[in-house]
């Protein structure tokens, strides 16, 4: 294990500010949702106005686009200011400016393809790489919370198990995060009207089913891997609560987005369901992610100093 001092705690006011950019992001998820599971995307067909107007019209789909908009202008100006924050008082500290910078870079590059998708008509791959962005957004604003809120020490173990199997689950589960949006996207969410099962076991007979099947694959490999994940991280208990408690709550959502899923499917796909499932979805991805972090992190000796270049400068070789 080798580690070095990053920072202390950074101030009350940008630790709050973080957490409110991060719950802005999961808000901004869960309404893209939205807009995806009630077919609302060309509720304004135009970008970046809504028909051609700063205040759009009162009907059902526009105001539902519209609001996801609205949050997403929101979201990025909370990201311009984190950005601004850490440019002005934090730039020597790498775990803030590194995220910050590439975070305010994405945003840019999410407004471009939100402006994109909706011009191309909803192209279903623009939307998956869409949704793709605003999952890498969450959590690059996720560890500047932690940061910001534990201070501590930023620790990186090539052989520890914990943290390999924290980081396999975190790419399992944002793979499973875009099958589900090509399911939505390409029409194949209504094509298996049972659970686990579909259609009798004879899903291989045209593409939508298969691309189905997949995404619940993938959901079998995305449980196990966080399961054992929560059993090692149980394991190690005494010397890293907080890492079970992220491992727990990870576990807890998961089940509750297969169990939200099944009923989706049971019950004829009600849009509410299906947007809590993407909802759960990015929760579950949050909390691995978090427990990744936390692996990365010695939160029983929070640092209260500043540091030195040539720490930033041990600490991103060790990184690399």
């Known amino acids: 294990m080798s580690s070095c001092r990053l920072s202390g705690r950074a101030s009350i006011g940008f630790r709050r ?16 949702g ?9 509720g304004c067909p135009d970008w970046p106005l809504c028909h051609g107007q700063i205040i759009p019209p009162a009907d059902l789909e526009t105001l539902i686009e519209y609001s996801h908009r609205l949050m997403a202008s929101i979201t990025g100006l909370l990201v311009l200011l984190m950005t601004v924050w850490v440019w002005i008082k934090y730039r020597d500290r790498l775990i803030f400016l590194i995220p910050s910078t590439v975070g305010l870079l ?18 279903s ?6 949704l793709a962005l605003a999952e890498i957004l969450l959590a690059l604003y996720i560890s500047i919370a932690l940061f910001a809120i534990r201070g501590g020490r930023f620790s990186i173990s090539k052989t520890d198990r914990l943290g390999m199997l924290a980081v396999v689950s975190a790419v399992i589960l944002y793979v499973l995060l875009l099958s589900g949006s090509l399911v ?8 298996c009207n049972d659970w686990p099962f579909c259609q009798g076991g004879s899903f291989m007979s045209d593409r939508l089913s298969i691309i189905h099947m997949i995404h619940r694959c993938i959901v079998i490999v995305a449980g196990l891997s ?15 609560p907080y890492v079970v408690m992220a491992s727990v709550i990870a576990g807890v959502l998961f089940l509750g987005q297969v169990f939200v899923g099944a009923v989706a499917v049971w019950g004829d796909l009600p849009a509410e369901l299906r947007a809590l499932h993407l909802t759960l979805g990015t929760l579950v991805w ?6 990744a972090l936390l692996h990365c992190v010695d939160i029983s000796k929070p640092s209260m100093g500043n540091f030195s270049d040539n720490d930033n400068s041990s600490c991103l070789a060790t990184v690399i």
């Open 17 to 32: 500010l973080s957490v409110i950019t991060v719950v802005a992001l999961v808000v901004l998820v869960t309404l893209g």
């Open 34 to 42: 939205v807009v995806r599971v009630t077919e609302s995307g060309l």
């Open 106 to 123: 994405l945003v840019v590059i999410q407004g471009i393809l939100g402006g994109i998708t909706v011009l191309t008509e909803l192209e």
């Open 125 to 130: 791959d623009l939307v998956t790489a869409h």
């Open 184 to 191: 939505t996207t390409s029409g194949a969410s209504g094509v």
């Open 226 to 240: 966080v399961l054992t994940t929560i059993w090692w991280a149980i394991k190690t208990f005494p010397r890293r």
């Open 286 to 291: 949050g909390a691995v992610t978090i427990v």
